[in-house]
Structure formats: structure tokens, C-alpha cells
């Protein structure tokens, strides 16, 4: 019987700052850039639950968070404290609560420890050796205490049949939670939860759903495979068996991200037709930007990521009203990191994505530019 978990640290950053620092204990939270007053333009990373109860979350602007925070203040509630993020000390953190998740899950018939760590706080371990869902919901309640007592921090862990239902479970008794899902009961568990709640489901979609009167999972049941083929593409097949808690993606030891990118938000929004000086900044930004890229690329490969070539470079717009633009392209031939052409490559390309925006063919309003970003993917 295949048995999978998923383990989801609980407002990551933030709790690692509350435990941290003592005397911000049971005050609300807010880990990201520089509020300055209300006049920072950077996003917020993560709030700890305190601070969510305002309506504080990630990637809010910075600018809102603090309005929420004054709003609070106005009517006699605690302030949020506004931190700046310390990621290397999260990194550290990271890589201790992976050690300890690693300990309890026991090695297959090969002797491999079927653990995924998928983002800085989130995990996938195959915890089939338990042999039943008992047995492993009574070691997903060891790895939660031996956090909480080696790290003094919470996670939520979701227990099911696959990695979807597990996804899923961790996030539905957040925090502090345990949520054990039978293969049985997936079906079930999913249909009255919206159909965002499906990895891949995004807000296009969702609104996509929507038209056709679709909310929840049990509502876009209605749709036959081919519906929803039509609607979304090949993906609509895949979507189908993960409307019905269906999902046999393998536990991927090597975890290799699928892009890295990187992105900047200006000081003020840089209008493209107001001079020439304004337009080389938004060159020298995105070349910047290329190069930092292209630099991590490197640094991944060094540090052992199985990959050395890339195809695809991308780029996303924001303009000053906050309506956010990507564009890619797939080069025919894939381009080795290394290559001496490879940043070269990286920048021409954001460039050439670049330009149309500069006037009417992508920016019809001609609007402020307000923030940056490169990205490249489709790595071999
Ligand atoms: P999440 O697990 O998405 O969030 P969280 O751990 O803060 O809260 P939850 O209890 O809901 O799991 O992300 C983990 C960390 O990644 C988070 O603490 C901060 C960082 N992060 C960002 O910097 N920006 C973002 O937009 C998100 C979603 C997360
Ligand atoms: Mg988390």
C-alpha cells in the first residue's frame, strides 16, 4: 500500500523570527522588505498567523501590509512588526527540520530514504514502510514533536494515497496540523473544496470554472475528460484523474528547480517614453538582472543540480497599476551554462522580449514600468 506524506512548515519565516526573538512573542508578524512608513514598494514573504488575522499575506505589496497594520493600530489592536528577511538563517533552519524529517523515514529495499524536500518549508516523504495509515500518522506525530522540540517550530503534515492528497491534507488544519486521508476517503475529501485546491488550478482557470458555474471539485466532476481537454489543453487529462484524488507522481529525490529567475522592483516606476536616460535604465536593470541568472545558474550546476543546459528565457513586466506581464521563448537548440555565448544568449534574448514593451505593440497605454524579471528554464 503506497502511503505518502506531505510536511508544510507553519508561517515559515515569521516563526522562526517569533521564536527567535522572545519579546516579539504573540505579536503579530510581518517578515519582508522595508515598510518605510508605508512608502516601501517590495512584497511581503510571509506573516505569522497574528498578522493574517489583518490580512496580511505573501506577496501582498509591503505598502498594503502597513495599512492593514495602521488600520489595526487605529482601532487598539497591536501593530505588526515589520522584519527584514534573513534567508540564510532560514536556509540553516530549512536544512536541520530536513535532517530530522529524513531520520524517521525508514530506507527502501534499496536502501534509499524517499524524501522530497519541494520548497524551503515543504517536504514529500514515502512513508509506505509503515505499512498503515496508523502506523504512519503515528510517525508523522514523531517528526511534529521532534521538530517542535529540536527547533521550537510547528509544521502541518497531510498524510494520503498519493502526493496530491497529501498536498492537500498538510494545508487543511493549518497550524499545527494533522490530516490523514484514506485512499478510501479522497474522493470524498476533495469534493467540497474548491477547485483551486488542485496544484495547477489558478485563478485563469478558476475564473474559466467559474463561467460554467463550477466552484468546487465536485462541481468540475461534472465535466468529462474531454470537456476539459478542451478547456485547458493535454493538461485537461491529467486534471481529470486529479479531480477524482488520482495522482501517481514518484517521490523525485533530486529536487531541480524548473526555473531560475530573478526579479527587481524599482525605486519609482520608470515611464518608457519620458528620455533616453530612462529607457537605459530599464536595459542596464534587465542585462543586470541576466546576469544574476545566468550567475546562479552556474552556482547550481557547481553545486551538483544534474542539469548544464537551458532552451527557454523569460521575461515579466509589471506595470505601475500592478497588471503583471510574462513572455518566453524556446530557443531551437538548448544552450549550455557554461557556454561563453550563454549570457549573451540570456540578455539578447530578455531584450528582444523586452522592447515591444517599451511602446504600443505590448504597452498600448504606454504605461510606467514598475518592476523587472528574468528568468531561464527548460533545463537538461
Ligand atoms: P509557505 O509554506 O507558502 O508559507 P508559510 O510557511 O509562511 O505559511 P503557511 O503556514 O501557510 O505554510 O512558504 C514558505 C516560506 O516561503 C514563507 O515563510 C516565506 C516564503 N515565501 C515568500 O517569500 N514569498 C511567497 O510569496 C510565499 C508564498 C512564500
Ligand atoms: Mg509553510
Same mark, same amino acid.
Given at each position: 500500500m503506497r502511503i505518502i506524506g506531505h510536511i508544510d512548515m507553519d508561517a515559515f519565516f515569521a516563526s522562526i523570527e517569533e521564536r527567535d526573538n522572545?519579546?516579539?512573542?504573540g505579536r503579530p508578524i510581518v517578515v519582508g522588505s522595508d515598510p518605510e512608513d508605508g512608502k516601501g514598494r517590495g512584497v511581503v514573504s510571509t506573516a505569522n498567523y497574528a498578522a493574517r488575522?489583518?490580512?496580511?499575506? @505573501?506577496?501582498?505589496p509591503i505598502s498594503t501590509a502597513w495599512r492593514f497594520s495602521e488600520a489595526a493600530r487605529k482601532k487598539g489592536l497591536p501593530p505588526a512588526v515589520f522584519l527584514d528577511v534573513n534567508m540564510r538563517k532560514y536556509g540553516e533552519v530549512s536544512e536541520r527540520i530536513m535532517e530530522i524529517v529524513r531520520r524517521h523515514v525508514l530506507p527502501d *529495499?534499496?536502501?534509499? !530514504?524517499? !524524501?522530497?524536500? *519541494? *520548497? !524551503?518549508?515543504e517536504a514529500y516523504l514515502d512513508? *509506505?514502510?509503515?505499512?498503515s495509515y496508523e502506523e504512519a500518522e503515528r510517525v508523522a506525530r514523531e517528526i511534529k514533536n521532534d521538530i517542535k522540540t529540536k527547533e521550537w517550530l510547528t509544521a502541518s503534515v497531510g498524510i494520503g494515497p498519493n502526493k496530491l492528497i497529501a498536498k492537500i491534507a498538510s494545508d &487543511?488544519?493549518?497550524?499545527d496540523g494533522l490530516t490523514v486521508v484514506r485512499e478510501e476517503d479522497a474522493e470524498a475529501f476533495l469534493?467540497?473544496?474548491? /477547485? &483551486?485546491?488542485? =496544484?495547477? /488550478?489558478?485563478p485563469k482557470s478558476e475564473a474559466a470554472f467559474m463561467k460554467r458555474g463550477i466552484r468546487t471539485v465536485r462541481d468540475a466532476k461534472r465535466m468529462t475528460k474531454a470537456g476539459l481537454i478542451e478547456m485547458m489543453g493535454k493538461w485537461g487529462a491529467e486534471l481529470y484523474l486529479k479531480l477524482r484524488g488520482r495522482d501517481d507522481a514518484p517521490i523525485v529525490l533530486?529536487?531541480?528547480?524548473?526555473s531560475i529567475g530573478e526579479q527587481t522592483t524599482f525605486n519609482e516606476d520608470i515611464p518608457v517614453n519620458r528620455s533616453l536616460k530612462d529607457r537605459k535604465a530599464l536595459e542596464a536593470a534587465l542585462a543586470a538582472l541576466a546576469k544574476n541568472v545566468h550567475r546562479r545558474l552556474l552556482r547550481e550546476i557547481a553545486d551538483g543540480m544534474p542539469f548544464t543546459t537551458f532552451r527557454s528565457i523569460g521575461i515579466t513586466v509589471r506595470f505601475s497599476d500592478f497588471i503583471t506581464k510574462t513572455r518566453i521563448v524556446t530557443l531551437k537548440e538548448p544552450v549550455k551554462? @557554461? @557556454? =561563453?555565448v550563454a549570457l549573451k544568449t540570456i540578455q539578447f534574448q530578455a531584450l528582444r522580449l523586452f522592447m515591444?514593451?517599451?511602446?504600443? &505593440?505590448?504597452?498600448p497605454l504606454i504605461k510606467a514600468i514598475r518592476l523587472l524579471g528574468v528568468k531561464v528554464e527548460r533545463f537538461k
Amino acid at each position: 500500500m503506497r502511503i505518502i506524506g506531505h510536511i508544510d512548515m507553519d508561517a515559515f519565516f515569521a516563526s522562526i523570527e517569533e521564536r527567535d526573538n522572545p519579546r516579539l512573542a504573540g505579536r503579530p508578524i510581518v517578515v519582508g522588505s522595508d515598510p518605510e512608513d508605508g512608502k516601501g514598494r517590495g512584497v511581503v514573504s510571509t506573516a505569522n498567523y497574528a498578522a493574517r488575522v489583518y490580512g496580511i499575506r @505573501s506577496a501582498l505589496p509591503i505598502s498594503t501590509a502597513w495599512r492593514f497594520s495602521e488600520a489595526a493600530r487605529k482601532k487598539g489592536l497591536p501593530p505588526a512588526v515589520f522584519l527584514d528577511v534573513n534567508m540564510r538563517k532560514y536556509g540553516e533552519v530549512s536544512e536541520r527540520i530536513m535532517e530530522i524529517v529524513r531520520r524517521h523515514v525508514l530506507p527502501d *529495499s534499496k536502501g534509499i !530514504v524517499l !524524501v522530497e524536500q *519541494s *520548497s !524551503v518549508d515543504e517536504a514529500y516523504l514515502d512513508l *509506505s514502510f509503515a505499512g498503515s495509515y496508523e502506523e504512519a500518522e503515528r510517525v508523522a506525530r514523531e517528526i511534529k514533536n521532534d521538530i517542535k522540540t529540536k527547533e521550537w517550530l510547528t509544521a502541518s503534515v497531510g498524510i494520503g494515497p498519493n502526493k496530491l492528497i497529501a498536498k492537500i491534507a498538510s494545508d &487543511r488544519q493549518k497550524p499545527d496540523g494533522l490530516t490523514v486521508v484514506r485512499e478510501e476517503d479522497a474522493e470524498a475529501f476533495l469534493e467540497p473544496l474548491g /477547485v &483551486r485546491v488542485i =496544484p495547477g /488550478v489558478g485563478p485563469k482557470s478558476e475564473a474559466a470554472f467559474m463561467k460554467r458555474g463550477i466552484r468546487t471539485v465536485r462541481d468540475a466532476k461534472r465535466m468529462t475528460k474531454a470537456g476539459l481537454i478542451e478547456m485547458m489543453g493535454k493538461w485537461g487529462a491529467e486534471l481529470y484523474l486529479k479531480l477524482r484524488g488520482r495522482d501517481d507522481a514518484p517521490i523525485v529525490l533530486e529536487w531541480i528547480p524548473k526555473s531560475i529567475g530573478e526579479q527587481t522592483t524599482f525605486n519609482e516606476d520608470i515611464p518608457v517614453n519620458r528620455s533616453l536616460k530612462d529607457r537605459k535604465a530599464l536595459e542596464a536593470a534587465l542585462a543586470a538582472l541576466a546576469k544574476n541568472v545566468h550567475r546562479r545558474l552556474l552556482r547550481e550546476i557547481a553545486d551538483g543540480m544534474p542539469f548544464t543546459t537551458f532552451r527557454s528565457i523569460g521575461i515579466t513586466v509589471r506595470f505601475s497599476d500592478f497588471i503583471t506581464k510574462t513572455r518566453i521563448v524556446t530557443l531551437k537548440e538548448p544552450v549550455k551554462a @557554461s @557556454s =561563453p555565448v550563454a549570457l549573451k544568449t540570456i540578455q539578447f534574448q530578455a531584450l528582444r522580449l523586452f522592447m515591444p514593451f517599451l511602446d504600443r &505593440r505590448e504597452n498600448p497605454l504606454i504605461k510606467a514600468i514598475r518592476l523587472l524579471g528574468v528568468k531561464v528554464e527548460r533545463f537538461k
